[in-house]
C-alpha cells in the first residue's frame, strides 16, 4: 500500500470522475512499484488488482470509449484504459463496506474496527 496527499489541479464534477481520478492516480503508482519490485526481486506472476468502490468508474475505465458525460475529464485521466487494455492491472468492485483501508482513513466503530484490523492482520480473524 502507497499513500500521498496533495492539493489535485482539478475539480471533479462527479463521484465517478473523482473515483476515476484516484484509480488512474493509484495505476500510476502500481506500475512504478512494479518496475521497481522488477529491478529488485524476480518479476511478479500475479497481476496488480485495484479496487474500487464506483460501478460507474470501473465501466469508464473498462469501456474506453469517449462520451458526451465524460468529455470534460483531462486526456491524461484515461491512462488507466490503456493500463488495463494492456493486461498491466485489473480493476474490481470492492462494495464501501469492505474497504479495508477504511481503518486508517475513517472514524469507524467497535465491530468495523475490529473487522478491518482482522483484514490487515493485526487481529486474528
Not at 489541479?9 to 519490485?37: D, F, N, R
Not at 488488482?49 to 465501466?59: K, M
Not at 493486461?87 to 468492485?93: E, P, W
Request: hydrophobic fraction near 40%.
Amino acid at each position: 500500500m502507497a499513500w500521498s496527499s496533495k492539493k489535485q489541479p482539478v475539480v471533479a464534477l462527479s463521484t465517478t470522475e473523482a473515483e476515476y481520478i484516484a484509480a488512474t492516480h493509484a495505476t500510476k503508482k502500481a506500475l512504478w512499484l512494479h518496475t521497481l519490485t522488477r529491478e529488485l526481486t524476480p518479476p511478479l506472476t500475479t497481476l496488480t488488482t485495484l479496487h474500487c468502490d464506483n460501478q460507474s468508474a470501473i465501466t469508464l475505465s473498462k469501456d474506453g470509449q469517449h462520451h458526451v458525460w465524460t468529455k470534460h475529464i483531462d486526456i491524461h485521466f484515461h491512462f488507466i484504459c490503456k493500463a488495463i487494455e494492456n493486461g498491466s492491472i485489473t480493476l474490481v468492485y470492492c462494495p464501501t463496506g469492505s474497504m479495508t483501508v477504511d481503518l486508517l482513513t475513517k472514524s469507524l466503530n467497535c465491530s468495523k474496527t475490529g473487522e478491518h484490523a482482522a483484514g490487515l492482520g493485526l487481529l486474528p480473524a
